[in-house]
């Protein structure tokens, strides 16, 4: 039974391990190793990561290349078809699709996130945060683990965190303008004290129950 969870878990690090690597925009230079991904996954019954590996595996990241036949190009143009295109709904981009899948496992990620957030931009970060903060996942180790020195604005209402996490946290993001602690029953007078010791461009705080 060990050894099967041990198994399970390594399948689950190699899956976001290739979300890591899309959302921090390096994915192209590993497409032609997702083959092997791909294979490993067929010995996991997860539906939703062989899914996903068959589509990223014929995923085309050239821009510059004419994907659009003649015939397809002269269909959209055809009169008879007017708005054709601006009717066509906007797919989800990679990354949203991927930050997605990020939050519905976030569970299953959260013992290691703090090796994994290291693969992530700020921005990415701060969106795992709010997915943690509305799943009632965010604490001292989410939120320390996701910290980030870019972060300009940070929500971390109605969750676990304490006077620790908020101060370590600080300690990061020393360009915090705006942040909301309201709700927070762990946070105290000392926390906010060393904030303001830390975070100089703090202009708004909301806070209280």
């Known amino acids: 039974m060990e050894k099967r969870s041990r198994k399970k878990k390594s399948y689950t690090v190699v899956y976001f391990w290739f979300l890591i690597r899309i959302l921090s925009g390096s994915f192209s230079f590993w497409l032609p190793h ?9 010995n996991n019954k997860g539906k939703a990561t062989k899914t ?11 821009p510059q290349s004419n994907f659009k036949s003649k015939s397809s190009i002269a269909v959209i143009n055809h009169p008879q078809f ?4 601006s009717k066509k709904k906007k797919p989800q981009s990679l990354v949203n699709l991927c930050i997605g899948v990020l939050g519905r496992h976030l569970e299953d990620i959260i013992e290691d996130l703090e090796e994994i957030a290291i693969g992530l931009p700020g921005d990415i970060k701060l969106a795992v945060a709010a997915i943690a903060r509305r799943r009632k996942l965010l604490n001292d180790d989410v939120l320390i683990a996701l910290a980030d020195a870019s972060w300009e604005i940070l929500d ?13 946290a600080a300690e990061v ?3 915090i303008k705006a942040l909301d602690i309201s709700r927070c ?3 105290t007078a000392i926390g906010i004290s060393e904030l303001v010791k830390h975070c100089h461009s703090l202009e ?5 129950y």
Request: glycine share 8%; proline share 2%.
């Open 34 to 42: 997702f083959r092997l991904f791909s294979i490993l996954m067929d």
């Open 52 to 62: 996903l590996a068959t589509s990223l595996q014929n995923l085309n990241l050239n």
């Open 156 to 168: 971390v209402s109605g969750s676990d965190v304490s006077d620790f996490g908020l101060i370590k």
């Open 173 to 175: 993001c020393r360009f």
């Open 82 to 85: 007017p708005g054709f295109l």
């Open 185 to 187: 029953t762990k946070i």
């Open 204 to 208: 708004t705080l909301r806070c209280g």
